[in-house]
């Protein structure tokens, strides 16, 4: 059975949408084995626009959210640095879904259970718009940074190792 546009929305989307940012979806087929940076070139995007989103939980139990470029990772004590946190430390996968409404792979900056602080690796100034996850494996959002520090304030760091 054919899907409808409506059946891919997720939260991130709907979001959007109801923001009336200006962005794109794309959907693609997604082999769970891939990494961010095969699937970047398998979809033809410069790979340092392509962004991953993290989730952490600071020393004082607070949450943080970082996107840093899907080839590198994430510093945790830059990330902790950013955050004003003694530390960081990533959340587990199995914890991920009851905290954001989203699933490792497809976790997206947009259109979580709860507003987090957000922070982005500061390259992502270097593009016009960068990619990130659009709220489940095989979805990209593309749009300008610059539009979604709109829907999600987030603050620009230097995060990634």
Do not use: W
Request: proline letters at 4%.
């Amino acid at each position: 059975m054919a899907r409808s546009a409506k059946d891919h929305k997720t939260n991130a989307l709907r979001e959007l949408d109801a923001a009336g940012l200006a962005h794109e979806a794309l959907f693609f087929e997604a082999d769970p084995s891939m990494t961010g940076v095969e699937i970047a070139r398998a979809q033809g995007e410069e790979v340092d626009a392509v962004f991953k989103t993290l989730v952490t939980e600071g020393k004082s139990g607070a949450h943080y959210v970082f996107l840093v470029p899907v080839a590198c990772e994430l510093d945790l004590k830059k990330a902790a640095a950013a955050a004003g946190e003694k530390a960081v430390a990533m959340v587990r996968s199995r914890d991920l879904l009851p905290l954001t409404g989203y699933v490792h792979g497809g976790c997206s900056p947009i259109g979580m259970k709860k507003r987090f602080p957000t922070f982005i690796d500061e390259t992502a100034q270097l593009f016009d718009t960068i990619y990130f996850s659009g709220g489940k494996v095989g979805c990209q959002v593309r749009m300008a940074p610059d539009d979604l520090d709109h829907l999600v304030p987030f603050v620009y760091a230097d995060l990634a190792v």
